[in-house]
């Protein structure tokens, strides 16, 4: 591990310490966690956002295979809600 210093305001610092307290966790372990769960969470953003960048780029193409066609389907209905729109990235 690699120490790292970091500024809060006052009113995360006391709220910090009131969940570290609850948790019986220390605070370092959760801004760990807190940051790790950021990192996850970008992680996810980023690879949602290359499936949308790439979905229709072989619309055109008249020779898919139909197995190819009913995965690109479903893959399509994943990312889009029933009204046909994106979902929200964190429904992903």
């Given at each position: 591990?690699?120490?790292t210093?970091?500024?809060?305001?006052?009113?995360?610092?006391?709220?910090?310490?009131?969940?570290?307290?609850?948790?019986?966790?220390?605070?370092?372990?959760?801004?760990?966690?807190?940051?790790?769960?950021?990192?996850?969470?970008?992680?996810?953003?980023?690879?949602?956002?290359?499936?949308?960048?790439?979905?229709?780029?072989?619309?055109?193409?008249?020779?898919?295979?139909?197995t190819?066609?009913?995965?690109?389907?479903?893959?399509?209905?994943?990312?889009q809600?029933?009204?046909?729109?994106?979902?929200?990235?964190?429904?992903?």
């Amino acid at each position: 591990m690699i120490r790292t210093q970091i500024y809060l305001m006052e009113k995360e610092r006391a709220a910090l310490q009131r969940l570290a307290a609850e948790r019986g966790a220390s605070q370092s372990a959760l801004i760990r966690e807190a940051v790790d769960l950021y990192l996850d969470d970008r992680s996810h953003e980023e690879r949602l956002a290359k499936l949308r960048a790439a979905r229709g780029m072989w619309n055109d193409r008249a020779n898919v295979h139909a197995t190819f066609r009913a995965i690109r389907e479903s893959m399509d209905r994943n990312v889009q809600g029933p009204s046909g729109k994106d979902h929200p990235a964190s429904d992903g």
